[in-house]
């Protein structure tokens, strides 16, 4: 089975742009969750959608948001981006909510922003 | 709020070296507990966890035990080999609620032969 896939690999946007980014969980999984990892830290939680709806939300600015589709693939989409929101923006899928449900990471997305 | 402390690094090894990585947390309740490795250009990949206390998570000659009385769930290899050289991550997910990992700031090791 393919494992978490994120679209793009890498991207560059400017600053005042906003960008979209895609994540397809692992079939049969309904959980999907987003983190940022700025260079040299540990990830952060943004979002975590089950179901389609939200179930968690970290500190993160409004410019901040996601969604989840029926198929449960999840788009995390950024507004009037910053040079701080350069990272590595991951999603993590798990089958089901719970906690003995391990979580497993995509390869990230790559966000540069000038 | 929750968190997790841990080494920070970098640490570099020589092949078959002993390796500790300590990892602190703080949190309500009693959280499931986790270590995550990240090899160069790739996501997290789950390498151990617990799930209570005095529990012990163990993969490919990696164990970490579960201690609630310290609060700690240190990472620690017996001989570690050039192909364990990547990034650890120490992370807590609290009970209830969403799947909120919390990480601590991870811990590069590199390892020569």
């Known amino acids: 089975d393919a494992g978490v896939t994120q679209s793009p690999t890498h991207l560059i946007k400017t600053r005042g742009q906003h960008v979209t980014l895609r994540c397809s969980p692992i079939?049969?999984?309904?959980?999907v969750s987003w983190y940022q990892q700025v260079l040299g830290q540990g990830p952060q939680f943004i979002f975590q959608?089950?179901?389609?709806?939200?179930?968690g939300r970290g500190n993160f600015p409004d410019r901040f948001s996601a969604r989840q589709f029926p198929n449960y693939s999840s788009e995390l989409n950024v507004n009037a981006l910053l040079l701080g929101d350069s990272a590595l923006y991951l999603c993590?899928?798990?089958?089901?909510?719970?906690?003995?449900?391990?979580?497993?990471f995509g390869d990230g997305t790559r966000l540069s922003i000038l | 709020g929750d968190s997790v402390t841990q080494m920070e690094g970098p640490v570099t090894l020589s092949e078959e070296a002993f390796l500790t990585i300590n990892c602190t947390y703080t949190?309500?309740?009693?959280?499931?507990l986790f270590w995550y490795v990240q090899y160069p250009g790739e996501g997290l990949q789950l390498l151990l966890k617990?799930?209570?206390?005095?529990d012990k998570g163990s993969n490919k000659g990696f164990e970490a035990t579960y201690r609630k009385e310290t609060t700690s769930f240190h990472l620690e290899k017996g001989s570690v080999q050039v192909s364990d050289s990547a990034v650890y991550f120490c992370?807590?997910?609290?009970?209830?609620?969403?799947?909120?990992?919390?990480f601590g700031k991870g811990m590069k090791l590199t390892v020569n032969p």
């Open positions: 993590a899928s798990s089958r089901r909510q719970g906690e003995d449900q391990p979580q497993h």
């Open positions: 079939s049969g999984h309904k959980s």
């Open positions: 959608y089950y179901e389609k709806e939200e179930r």
């Open positions: 949190a309500t309740g009693y959280p499931s």
């Open positions: 617990a799930t209570k206390a005095d």
């Open positions: 992370a807590l997910r609290t009970q209830g609620g969403s799947e909120k990992l919390v």
